[in-house]
C-alpha cells in the first residue's frame, strides 16, 4: 500500500493520454454491462426471482398454435400433486389500432386466481363486481394510465383471431377493476395484461369452441415439476391432443430462445469490443513504460526488488482498468431503468453486472503483461545510458 | 500553400511506418466498431431482403378482414370459391385461376444447433402452388403428392432444422410425414417454411374452419385496383387483400428497425471509445514528431498545411481501418444463415447480407470517427510553440 502514491503520480504522468485510456475502457465497460443484462434477461425469464417454479405450462405437442381441448381440464385436475388447473386461448387484441397492443386473456376467474394467487393486489370489491359481471374485465394499471381508462368505462378491442356470432372481430368490454402487480418485475412484464372472463369468451365466438390455448397448473411441490409434466403428457399420449408439459420458466426460455441465439451475438460484440481495448489499453502501456525506462532504472538502481517493479507496473494497469470498468459499470447501471423500458416482457438483474470487475481485473493483467515483462528485464547500465 | 500541403502530408506518410505500434491503434479501434456496426446492420439488411424478396407485385394475399398476419386469418371454402371467380386472376394452361388457398400452422421441429424446439411454419398450399409460385425450383427430390403424408420443406429451414432433408421422416401429430423435396424459391420467407397439401395438412390437424389465406396471381400487376374492388365490394366476403411486397413489408418493419436501432446504438457507443484511441495515438504521433513540426515552421511552413497533413493522416488510417472492419464483417458474416421469430409467430430463416451500401456506411462512420479524433491533435500540432520545441531537442 504504501507504494500507492507512486502508482498514483506514475499513472497521472501524462494526464491527457491516461484520461482518453481511461474514457475508452469507461466505454468498453459500459457496453459490458448493458449487454450482460441484456443477455442476463434474455436467459433467465421472470429475472432472478423463484416465483413461478411451483407453475406448470400444458401445450399442445405438435404446435403452440393448436388448441387443446377444455374437456382435458379434468383429468389433469386429477394428477396428485397438482393443486390448482386453469385454461388460457390467446385473443391478439388490440384497442383501436393496431400499434395499441393488449395482452388480452379470458380467464376462469376461480381457478386463474388459484394459479396466479401471490402476483396481484385487487381490491375486494372489484373482484366481487368482476365474478358477477358478465363483460367484467379487470385491467393492469399500466394499460388504464395508458389509455386513460376509468373503471366503469365500456371498452371495444379488436382481435385478430376471434369472430363473434355476428362475424364481427369487435368486442366490448366493462372495466370493473384494477390489478395492481405486486412487483416491478411483474409490473414491467404484465404491462398490458387485460383479464376477462372465458365463458363470455367461449359463448361469443363463432367457430372453435370448447378449445383453450393452454393450461396452467400450479404445483405443491417445485421439485417434483419434471415428473409431474411426464405424468401430465402420459395422460394424453397417442390421443388426439397430445400434450407438452413444462415448468412456466423453461417456457418463456425456450420462447426467448426461439428470438436466436441472442447469447452469441452479445458475447461476440463484446468480444469485438475487448480486443479492440485490449489493444489500445496495452499500447498506452506499452508507451508509458517505454517512456519512464530512465526512471525504473533508478528505481533499480535503489535498491527496488524484480517483484517490486513488477507490481508497480501491474499496480498501474490494475488501477486503471479498475476505475474505468467503476465507473463504465456505473453507468450501465444508472441505465438500467431505460434498458427496462426498451426490453418490455423481459426481466433486468443487476447481477450481469457484476463478472465486470472480474473481466476488468483479467483484462489488467493481460495489459500488463508486456509492459511488465520489460520493466522486469531493464538493464540499468543500458537503460541509464540511454537518457542522453 | 498547396505545395507546403503536399510537402508536409508526403513528409508524414514516409515516416508513419516508424510510428506504426501507436497507428495501428486507429487502424484496429475503428476496424471493431466498423465490423461490429457492419454486421448488425447485415442482420436488419438481410431480414429485410428475406421478407422483400417474398413479395411480387403481382401477387396477392387475401385475408379474412382484420386479421394482421396468416396465421389468425380464417376463410371458408365458399370465401375460396368466391375469390376464384373473381377478375383479374391470371389462368393456368386449362383457363383455371391462379390462386393457391393455404393453411398456415405452425410445427414443433428442434433446431440443429441447440437442440431446442422451434416453431416451423407448415403450410397446407392449393393445387396450383406451381402457377401461383413459379419460383419454386427443387434442389433436390420431387414434389409431395396430394391425399398422402408428404411435405416438401424450404432449403433454409432445412439448414437450420433437424431431419429435414430428402427422404427423412418427421412426425407430426401423431403420423409420420416424408420429406420428399428440398425447394429454394429466390431467397424468400418461404424457404423457411414446410409445404404440403392443403387438404392433407386440413385433415391432420382436425382443422374444420377452413383456410388462413388465398394466394392469387394476378394477369398483370395492373390489375390489382380491380381485383380489390371486385372482393371488397363483395357482400358475400369480408377481406382485406394486399399485394405481396405490402403485407411482407409490414412483418419485417419492426424487427428490421430493431436490428438498426441496437447496431447504431451499439456501435455509437463502441465509436466513442475508438474516438478516444485515436485521439491517444494522434496525440503521440504530434508528440514524436514535434521537433519536426517546429523546424518546419521555423523554415517558413503555415500553420494551416500542418493542420491538414494531421488530419489527413488520421483520415488514411481509418480509411484503413474502416476498410478492415467492413472486410472483416464481409468475410466472417456475409451469406450466414441465421433464424428467428418473425411477425407470424414462426421462424423466419435468413442470411446475414452485407451489401455495398453497408460498406460505405461503415468507411464513412470510420472516416468520422478519424476527423474528430485528428481535429484537436492537428491544432496543437499547428500551435506547438516553435522555439521551446526546437530547444527541448
Same mark, same amino acid.
Given at each position: 500500500?504504501?507504494?500507492? +502514491?507512486?502508482?498514483?503520480?506514475?499513472?497521472?504522468?501524462?494526464?491527457?493520454?491516461?484520461?482518453?485510456?481511461?474514457?475508452?475502457?469507461?466505454?468498453?465497460?459500459?457496453?459490458?454491462?448493458?449487454?450482460?443484462?441484456?443477455?442476463?434477461?434474455?436467459?433467465?425469464?421472470?429475472?432472478?426471482?423463484?416465483?413461478?417454479?411451483?407453475?406448470?405450462?400444458?401445450?399442445?405437442?405438435?404446435?403452440?398454435?393448436?388448441?387443446?381441448?377444455?374437456?382435458?381440464?379434468?383429468?389433469?385436475?386429477?394428477? +396428485?400433486?397438482?393443486?390448482?388447473?386453469?385454461?388460457?386461448?390467446?385473443?391478439?387484441?388490440?384497442?383501436?389500432?393496431?400499434?395499441?397492443?393488449?395482452?388480452?386473456?379470458?380467464?376462469?376467474?376461480?381457478?386463474?386466481?388459484?394459479?396466479?394467487?401471490?402476483?396481484?393486489? @385487487?381490491?375486494?370489491?372489484?373482484?366481487?363486481?368482476?365474478?358477477?359481471?358478465?363483460?367484467?374485465?379487470?385491467?393492469?394499471?399500466?394499460?388504464?394510465?395508458?389509455?386513460?381508462?376509468?373503471?366503469?368505462?365500456?371498452?371495444?378491442?379488436?382481435?385478430?383471431?376471434?369472430?363473434?356470432?355476428?362475424?364481427?372481430?369487435?368486442?366490448?368490454?366493462?372495466?370493473?377493476?384494477?390489478?395492481? +402487480?405486486?412487483?416491478?418485475?411483474?409490473?414491467?412484464?404484465?404491462?398490458?395484461?387485460?383479464?376477462?372472463?372465458?365463458?363470455?369468451?367461449?359463448?361469443?365466438?363463432?367457430?372453435?369452441?370448447?378449445?383453450?390455448?393452454?393450461?396452467?397448473?400450479?404445483?405443491?411441490?417445485?421439485?417434483?415439476?419434471?415428473?409431474?409434466?411426464?405424468?401430465?403428457?402420459?395422460?394424453?399420449?397417442?390421443?388426439?391432443?397430445?400434450?407438452?408439459?413444462?415448468?412456466?420458466?423453461?417456457?418463456?426460455?425456450?420462447?426467448?430462445?426461439?428470438?436466436?441465439?441472442?447469447?452469441?451475438?452479445?458475447?461476440?460484440?463484446?468480444?469485438?469490443?475487448?480486443?479492440?481495448?485490449?489493444?489500445?489499453?496495452?499500447?498506452?502501456?506499452?508507451?508509458?513504460?517505454?517512456?519512464?525506462?530512465?526512471?525504473?532504472?533508478?528505481?533499480?538502481?535503489?535498491?527496488?526488488?524484480?517483484?517490486?517493479?513488477?507490481?508497480?507496473?501491474?499496480?498501474?494497469?490494475?488501477?486503471?482498468?479498475?476505475?474505468?470498468?467503476? @465507473?463504465?459499470?456505473?453507468? /450501465?447501471?444508472?441505465?438500467?431503468?431505460?434498458?427496462?423500458?426498451?426490453?418490455?416482457?423481459?426481466?433486468? /438483474?443487476?447481477?450481469?453486472?457484476?463478472?465486470?470487475?472480474?473481466?476488468?481485473?483479467?483484462?489488467?493483467?493481460?495489459?500488463?503483461?508486456?509492459?511488465?515483462?520489460?520493466?522486469?528485464?531493464?538493464?540499468?547500465?543500458?537503460?541509464?545510458?540511454?537518457?542522453? | 500553400?498547396?505545395?507546403?500541403?503536399?510537402?508536409?502530408?508526403?513528409?508524414?506518410?514516409?515516416?508513419?511506418?516508424?510510428?506504426?505500434?501507436?497507428?495501428?491503434?486507429?487502424?484496429?479501434?475503428?476496424?471493431?466498431?466498423?465490423?461490429?456496426?457492419?454486421?448488425?446492420?447485415?442482420?436488419?439488411?438481410?431480414?429485410?431482403?428475406?421478407?422483400?424478396?417474398?413479395?411480387? %407485385?403481382?401477387?396477392?394475399?387475401?385475408?379474412?378482414?382484420?386479421?394482421?398476419?396468416?396465421?389468425?386469418?380464417?376463410?371458408?371454402?365458399?370465401? !375460396?370459391?368466391?375469390? #376464384?371467380?373473381?377478375?383479374?386472376?391470371?389462368?393456368?394452361?386449362?383457363?383455371?385461376?391462379?390462386?393457391?388457398?393455404?393453411?398456415?400452422?405452425?410445427?414443433?421441429?428442434?433446431?440443429?444447433?441447440?437442440?431446442?424446439?422451434?416453431?416451423?411454419?407448415?403450410?397446407?398450399?392449393?393445387?396450383?402452388?406451381?402457377?401461383?409460385?413459379?419460383?419454386?425450383?427443387?434442389?433436390?427430390?420431387?414434389?409431395?403428392?396430394?391425399?398422402?403424408?408428404?411435405?416438401?420443406?424450404?432449403?433454409?429451414? #432445412?439448414?437450420?432444422?433437424?431431419?429435414?432433408?430428402?427422404?427423412?421422416?418427421?412426425?407430426?401429430?401423431?403420423?409420420?410425414?416424408?420429406?420428399?423435396?428440398?425447394?429454394?424459391?429466390?431467397?424468400?420467407?418461404?424457404?423457411?417454411?414446410?409445404?404440403?397439401?392443403?387438404?392433407?395438412?386440413?385433415?391432420? !390437424?382436425?382443422?374444420?374452419?377452413?383456410?388462413?389465406?388465398? !394466394?392469387?396471381?394476378?394477369?398483370?400487376?395492373?390489375?390489382?385496383? %380491380?381485383?380489390?374492388?371486385?372482393?371488397?365490394?363483395?357482400?358475400?366476403?369480408?377481406?382485406?387483400?394486399?399485394?405481396?411486397?405490402?403485407?411482407?413489408?409490414?412483418?419485417?418493419?419492426?424487427?428490421?428497425?430493431?436490428?438498426?436501432?441496437?447496431?447504431?446504438?451499439?456501435?455509437?457507443?463502441?465509436? !466513442?471509445?475508438?474516438?478516444?484511441?485515436?485521439?491517444?495515438?494522434?496525440?503521440?504521433?504530434?508528440?514524436?514528431?514535434?521537433?519536426?513540426?517546429?523546424?518546419?515552421? %521555423?523554415?517558413?511552413?503555415?500553420?494551416?498545411?500542418?493542420?491538414?497533413?494531421?488530419?489527413?493522416?488520421?483520415?488514411?488510417?481509418?480509411?484503413?481501418?474502416?476498410?478492415?472492419?467492413?472486410?472483416?464483417?464481409?468475410?466472417?458474416?456475409?451469406?450466414?444463415?441465421?433464424?428467428?421469430?418473425?411477425?407470424?409467430?414462426?421462424?423466419?430463416?435468413?442470411?446475414?447480407?452485407?451489401?455495398?451500401?453497408?460498406?460505405?456506411?461503415?468507411?464513412?462512420?470510420?472516416?468520422?470517427?478519424?476527423?474528430?479524433?485528428?481535429?484537436?491533435? #492537428?491544432?496543437?500540432?499547428?500551435?506547438?510553440?516553435?522555439?521551446?520545441?526546437?530547444?527541448?531537442?
Amino acid at each position: 500500500m504504501k507504494f500507492f +502514491p507512486l502508482v498514483w503520480a506514475t499513472l497521472w504522468r501524462k494526464k491527457t493520454r491516461t484520461i482518453f485510456t481511461l474514457l475508452s475502457i469507461v466505454v468498453a465497460f459500459l457496453l459490458f454491462g448493458l449487454l450482460e443484462t441484456v443477455d442476463y434477461a434474455f436467459s433467465h425469464p421472470g429475472g432472478g426471482s423463484n416465483s413461478g417454479a411451483d407453475r406448470l405450462i400444458t401445450i399442445n405437442k405438435y404446435s403452440i398454435t393448436l388448441p387443446l381441448q377444455l374437456a382435458q381440464l379434468g383429468d389433469i385436475k386429477s394428477v +396428485p400433486g397438482v393443486t390448482a388447473v386453469t385454461w388460457l386461448s390467446w385473443f391478439g387484441a388490440y384497442y383501436q389500432e393496431p400499434k395499441n397492443f393488449v395482452f388480452a386473456e379470458p380467464i376462469d376467474s376461480d381457478s386463474y386466481f388459484k394459479v396466479y394467487n401471490d402476483d396481484y393486489v @385487487i381490491a375486494d370489491q372489484q373482484m366481487q363486481a368482476f365474478r358477477t359481471t358478465r363483460t367484467g374485465v379487470l385491467v393492469s394499471a399500466a394499460l388504464l394510465q395508458k389509455f386513460g381508462w376509468k373503471v366503469g368505462d365500456k371498452v371495444p378491442l379488436h382481435s385478430t383471431i376471434w369472430t363473434q356470432k355476428d362475424g364481427s372481430l369487435d368486442w366490448t368490454f366493462d372495466i370493473v377493476g384494477v390489478l395492481n +402487480p405486486k412487483t416491478p418485475e411483474l409490473a414491467s412484464q404484465q404491462a398490458t395484461i387485460f383479464l376477462f372472463h372465458y365463458e363470455m369468451f367461449d359463448e361469443g365466438r363463432n367457430f372453435g369452441k370448447g378449445t383453450v390455448a393452454w393450461f396452467e397448473e400450479r404445483i405443491a411441490d417445485p421439485a417434483q415439476s419434471a415428473a409431474l409434466s411426464n405424468k401430465i403428457d402420459a395422460l394424453f399420449a397417442n390421443s388426439a391432443n397430445e400434450t407438452k408439459t413444462q415448468p412456466a420458466k423453461d417456457f418463456a426460455l425456450a420462447f426467448l430462445k426461439q428470438l436466436g441465439d441472442i447469447g452469441f451475438i452479445l458475447h461476440a460484440i463484446l468480444g469485438a469490443v475487448f480486443f479492440t481495448l485490449l489493444f489500445l489499453t496495452g499500447n498506452t502501456m506499452m508507451q508509458s513504460v517505454r517512456e519512464r525506462i530512465p526512471e525504473l532504472a533508478v528505481l533499480k538502481t535503489l535498491g527496488f526488488g524484480n517483484p517490486t517493479i513488477l507490481g508497480l507496473v501491474v499496480g498501474e494497469s490494475l488501477l486503471l482498468c479498475g476505475i474505468g470498468a467503476l @465507473i463504465g459499470l456505473g453507468f /450501465s447501471y444508472a441505465a438500467l431503468p431505460g434498458l427496462k423500458k426498451l426490453l418490455q416482457g423481459v426481466d433486468l /438483474s443487476p447481477d450481469g453486472v457484476t463478472p465486470g470487475f472480474l473481466i476488468a481485473v483479467l483484462f489488467a493483467l493481460i495489459v500488463s503483461i508486456l509492459p511488465a515483462a520489460r520493466a522486469v528485464r531493464l538493464n540499468i547500465i543500458d537503460a541509464l545510458a540511454s537518457q542522453h | 500553400m498547396f505545395k507546403q500541403l503536399t510537402a508536409v502530408t508526403a513528409m508524414n506518410l514516409q515516416t508513419l511506418p516508424q510510428r506504426w505500434g501507436t497507428s495501428s491503434v486507429i487502424v484496429i479501434g475503428i476496424a471493431g466498431v466498423v465490423a461490429v456496426l457492419v454486421s448488425l446492420l447485415a442482420m436488419g439488411v438481410g431480414f429485410q431482403h428475406t421478407l422483400a424478396d417474398s413479395g411480387r %407485385a403481382d401477387r396477392v394475399i387475401i385475408l379474412r378482414g382484420g386479421s394482421d398476419v396468416e396465421l389468425n386469418s380464417n376463410l371458408t371454402r365458399a370465401d !375460396i370459391d368466391v375469390i #376464384a371467380s373473381a377478375p383479374g386472376l391470371a389462368k393456368d394452361a386449362l383457363g383455371k385461376p391462379a390462386l393457391s388457398n393455404e393453411l398456415v400452422t405452425v410445427a414443433n421441429v428442434p433446431k440443429i444447433d441447440t437442440g431446442t424446439d422451434a416453431n416451423v411454419t407448415l403450410r397446407g398450399v392449393g393445387a396450383k402452388l406451381l402457377t401461383v409460385r413459379p419460383e419454386i425450383q427443387f434442389v433436390s427430390g420431387r414434389m409431395f403428392r396430394p391425399g398422402v403424408r408428404e411435405l416438401i420443406a424450404g432449403a433454409g429451414a #432445412a439448414k437450420q432444422f433437424r431431419g429435414l432433408t430428402t427422404g427423412s421422416i418427421l412426425r407430426l401429430r401423431n403420423a409420420d410425414w416424408t420429406v420428399t423435396g428440398v425447394f429454394t424459391s429466390n431467397g424468400d420467407v418461404h424457404e423457411s417454411e414446410l409445404l404440403a397439401d392443403v387438404d392433407t395438412v386440413t385433415s391432420a !390437424i382436425e382443422r374444420t374452419a377452413g383456410y388462413s389465406s388465398a !394466394i392469387g396471381l394476378l394477369a398483370s400487376p395492373d390489375s390489382f385496383d %380491380a381485383f380489390k374492388d371486385a372482393l371488397t365490394t363483395d357482400p358475400r366476403l369480408k377481406v382485406d387483400v394486399q399485394r405481396e411486397p405490402d403485407y411482407y413489408a409490414a412483418q419485417s418493419k419492426d424487427l428490421s428497425k430493431t436490428l438498426k436501432v441496437v447496431g447504431t446504438t451499439v456501435a455509437a457507443i463502441m465509436a !466513442i471509445g475508438a474516438m478516444f484511441g485515436a485521439l491517444n495515438s494522434m496525440y503521440s504521433a504530434v508528440a514524436t514528431r514535434s521537433l519536426e513540426i517546429a523546424t518546419l515552421r %521555423a523554415i517558413g511552413f503555415g500553420g494551416v498545411p500542418i493542420v491538414i497533413s494531421v488530419l489527413l493522416e488520421a483520415l488514411l488510417l481509418s480509411l484503413l481501418g474502416g476498410t478492415l472492419g467492413a472486410a472483416l464483417a464481409w468475410v466472417f458474416f456475409n451469406g450466414h444463415s441465421v433464424s428467428t421469430l418473425g411477425g407470424a409467430f414462426a421462424q423466419v430463416v435468413f442470411k446475414l447480407t452485407v451489401t455495398r451500401r453497408l460498406i460505405v456506411t461503415g468507411i464513412i462512420w470510420a472516416c468520422i470517427i478519424g476527423l474528430l479524433g485528428g481535429l484537436f491533435p #492537428a491544432v496543437r500540432a499547428a500551435r506547438i510553440p516553435v522555439a521551446e520545441a526546437l530547444r527541448a531537442a
